[in-house]
């Protein structure tokens, strides 16, 4: 046992403790995941609680803790947004008052929801690490009771039953994909996971921009910080209950790169028509970056969050389309005269490229004075048919310039 202060028994009292506040949220066979990444997967679908996260789970069985001084006098948590909802939510329900202190860099959608489960927002600092200072500074002043998102025993606790749920349905699983952000979720699991299945593996999931675990777990000193889009695992400071347990229980952790989480958020959306963020998707990305290590295996992948903004879901599904060369943005120069559009659209048309959006630039410095900008967005059936496009402009002597791939396999790609 990797921390002999959270065992098996803890967990499983754990589970009782939150049943019937919490959601027992399914285990589904995804047929077309495990045709995408070569293995059998299995998906724990905790976006399905009420606030569309895990963290519920570890909220309510510490909130179950409270003695009676402790729930009169209310709660206090800093969050990038999942802990806060959960926290927030679960107290409301038990008559708690509660206090969150957030990042002002946390997605709207995360503090609107929070304040709309009846807690009392602040807004400090860039990281959870500057809104840590800010609980502290409140705490001294208003005597609140902290209830930290994931260096906490009840916490950690909350967060395994996923496991004893996830075994219990499907008890031959053969490994465990699990985000890793301060490490909460992923001590709880693997602590239940082990007891129960001592030769199941456990494999971490972790922000290349956040390598926090990778660092404390191999001695390493990769640079931590920047934009993520799995800001739910954005973590600089690893939990000091959680590091043990995953130095003696987990593998990896894999380190995800924007791009690769993007992919998984676009494949929960477009394949299993379910909401991930970045967090949640994390699992799935690391089969997708590391596809060797999970093929032919039984992989139980756990979608831990679905609170992601509608406008950057859009913009990362798009982007997909763009990877996908299902979408084709091409700037074509020529000769300004009547009539030119009329003849670019007709031949995209006889190519079957449905035109999307068009832009005219005559005043650019780089078009010549006589000349026209022309850019182009069409939607196409792949990157045969993107190819077949831009080798049909440039033989009708328009030289078609790709704008804006970089994962553009066709021929004929000129770089802007």
């Known amino acids: 046992m990797a921390n002999p202060m959270l065992t098996l ?13 919490v959601i027992r949220t399914p285990l589904v066979h995804a047929p077309r995941l495990s045709d995408l990444t070569g293995a059998r997967v299995h998906v724990k679908y905790e976006n399905m609680q009420a606030t569309a996260s895990f963290k519920e789970r570890g909220a309510a069985n510490r909130l179950s803790k409270l003695s009676a001084d402790e729930r009169r006098r209310g709660v206090i948590a800093m969050s990038a947004g999942n802990h806060a909802q959960g926290l927030a939510y679960h107290a ?15 997605p709207s959608v995360k503090i609107e929801n929070t304040r709309a489960h009846g807690a009392r927002v602040v807004l400090h600092g860039e990281t959870l690490a500057e809104a840590q200072v800010k609980v502290s500074e409140i705490m001294a002043v208003e005597g609140l009771v902290l209830v930290h998102p994931y260096d906490d025993l ?43 299945r001592p030769d199941i593996r456990i494999v971490g999931a972790e ?22 889009i799995a800001e739910g695992i954005a973590v600089k400071n690893v939990g000091a209950l959680t590091l043990p347990i995953a130095r003696a229980l987990v593998e990896g952790p894999v380190l995800l790169g924007e791009e690769m989480l993007e992919r998984a958020i676009n494949a929960f959306a477009t394949l299993q028509h379910t909401m991930a963020e970045g967090a949640g998707a994390a699992g799935l990305a690391a089969m997708l970056a590391e596809p060797a290590r999970f093929a032919g295996r039984k992989v139980g992948l756990v979608l831990c969050g679905g609170n992601i903004d509608a406008r950057l879901l859009a913009s990362i599904m798009v982007r997909e389309l763009e990877r996908d060369d299902r979408i084709l943005a091409l700037r074509i120069t020529t000769a300004d005269r009547p009539g030119i559009l009329g003849q670019i659209a007709s031949r995209l048309g006889q190519l079957k490229a449905n035109i999307l959006e068009v ?5 650019l410095l780089d078009v010549p004075a006589k000349g026209v900008s022309i850019d182009i967005t069409v939607e196409t059936r792949g990157a045969d048919h993107a190819r077949e496009i831009l080798a049909a402009l440039a033989e009708d002597g328009l030289e078609p310039r790709r704008q804006n791939a970089p994962g553009f396999r066709g021929q004929n790609r000129d770089k802007p």
């Open 92 to 106: 409301r329900a038990m008559g708690i008052p509660a206090t969150i202190v957030m990042p002002e860099t946390t």
């Open 154 to 196: 009840a916490v950690i606790a909350g967060q395994g039953t996923i496991a004893l749920e996830m075994l219990e349905d499907q008890p031959d699983l053969d490994m465990l994909v699990v985000p890793m952000g301060g490490g909460g979720l992923i001590a709880g699991i693997a602590t239940a996971a082990k007891a129960l």
């Open 359 to 363: 832009s005219h630039g005559r005043l």
């Open 9 to 21: 028994a803890h967990i499983q009292a754990a589970a009782r403790a939150i049943a019937g506040r």
């Open 207 to 228: 922000a290349e921009l956040y390598p926090s675990f990778h660092n404390a777990m191999h001695g390493d000193t990769m640079p931590i910080g920047g934009p993520t």
